[in-house]
């Protein structure tokens, strides 16, 4: 009898490439649409063309602008006007601390964002002024100068309090651009800060209610409640949350999540951070990966052989 075995491991690999490459990117392709990265660059939005001074920035921040009255800027001694839950019954959300803003955010949406925020984040089917419906944020119209130099000085003034772009952290993007709307259970994140460690369970519930509270303001002003990203890298995977960063409205149309205006190196890093909460064992799996697949080599040549011994006499 002529050997079939070879004939069989040819079938086998080939309908297994079948279903590898054609069948299951075919299911995927109509269940999902597929949206191109634009590479974050804000195409739509107007370059920015004025070279900004920071010290009137600065006056500018805290003066005409009043973007202290609702942002708080620790790191130049600027603390916030009201506690993250009082500010989200007054606006919905808490107005996120302006920091890191300089280098978290791109330079063009921030100068798009401070002149018209429902505009620059993609929300203008919820917040039309025409109908009064303001955006929460209140748009800078000016403070007497050339507008396009306030901005331009006001974004040179939170450019030059952040860190250098390619210092961000992974923590610090997520919880800038995403921690004020989405929990993340696996990381202790709660839309208002981490959740410590207390000694008491009293403390501990005492917080769990302020994070409640925050919700209802949050759901009240999102129409839902954003939902827990700690395994969203793993169901949706990383080039959908790129793409769903960098225009919410390319895949849900309609949705309230507004465009965060991220550069392409903030949003690296926020993929870092969901990768690190929904895969805490990531590093070590593909360690273990690897000495998985030297023992299966070694298994396979000993199977090999003990199977060629005993068919030798049957032969
Ligand atoms: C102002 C609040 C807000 C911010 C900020 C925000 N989101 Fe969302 N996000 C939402 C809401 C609301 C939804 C639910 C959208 C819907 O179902 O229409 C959502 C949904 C999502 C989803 C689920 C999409 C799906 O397929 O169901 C992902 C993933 C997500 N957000 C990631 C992010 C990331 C990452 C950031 C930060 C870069 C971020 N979001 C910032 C409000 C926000
Ligand atoms: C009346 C209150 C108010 C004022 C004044 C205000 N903001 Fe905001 N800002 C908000 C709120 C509320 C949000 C969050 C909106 C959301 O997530 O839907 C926000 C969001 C932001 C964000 C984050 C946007 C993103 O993409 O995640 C930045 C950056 C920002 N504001 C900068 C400024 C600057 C700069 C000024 C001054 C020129 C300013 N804001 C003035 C209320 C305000």
Known sequence: MKNKEPLIFIIVVAFTLLTYWLVEPFAHSQMHKHV??????YADLPAVTKTGVAATGKELVTGAAACTGCHAITKDGLPAAMDAVTAAGTYGVNPPDLSNAGALYDAKFLSDLIKNPAHALKVEHKFDAAKGKMHPMTPFAGAGGEIDQEVA???????????????VTPKMAFENACGRCHAVGYEKWTQIGEKPAFKFQKESLAFDI??????????????KLPPDLSMYIRSRGEHFISTFIENPQAH????????????AHT????????EDAGDTKRA????????????IVIFAIFALLWKKQVWRDLH
């Not at 191109?36 to 660059?41: G, I, L, R, V």
């Open 267 to 274: 949003a690296e890093k926020v993929i870092e951070y969901l």
């Open 210 to 223: 302020k994070v409640l509270e925050y919700q209802e303001s949050l759901t009240k002003y999102m129409g």
């Open 252 to 263: 849900l149309e309609g949705t309230a999540m507004p465009r965060v205006g991220v550069t």
């Open 153 to 167: 000085d006001i974004v040179a003034y939170l450019q030059s309090i952040a860190v250098k772009p390619e210092e």
């Open 36 to 41: 191109e990265s634009e590479k974050f660059a």
């Open 284 to 295: 070590e799996r593909t360690a273990t990966g690897k000495n998985v697949m030297i023992f």
